[in-house]
């Protein structure tokens, strides 16, 4: 199993993975937060579900700039928007299949 050697956010525009293996994948951070893999985001995605929430995000902007990112066990990274979003936890196996 591929697992990140280093993961880094450039040009404030894409995420970087090295990977074990040396190869790298590149994903756009829109495309990364709007694939967010979350109940609330799934739950927004699922169009036989209408959903609304409680307590809607204001918008502060930052949607898509990452503040910081974390290990997950051997298999994951969370990921923390600067909109106060951070409850995605995206598998390494998801971030390969989302990149370019």
Not at 37 to 55: G, I
Not at 63 to 87: C, L, P, Q, R
Request: charged letters at 30%.
């Amino acid at each position: 199993m591929k697992s990140p050697v280093k993961i880094e956010v450039r040009n404030k525009e894409n995420l970087y993975i090295l990977w074990n293996d040396n190869s790298e994948t590149k994903i756009p951070l829109k495309k990364l937060r709007d694939a967010c893999p979350c109940a609330e985001c799934a739950s927004k995605k699922d169009k036989k579900v209408e959903y609304k929430e409680a307590f809607p995000t204001l918008n502060i902007g930052g949607k898509y700039e990452i503040i910081k990112m974390e290990i997950v066990g051997n298999y994951a990274v969370n990921i923390f928007w600067k909109d106060g979003h951070s409850t995605g936890i995206y598998e390494f196996k998801y971030l390969q299949e989302l990149g370019e």
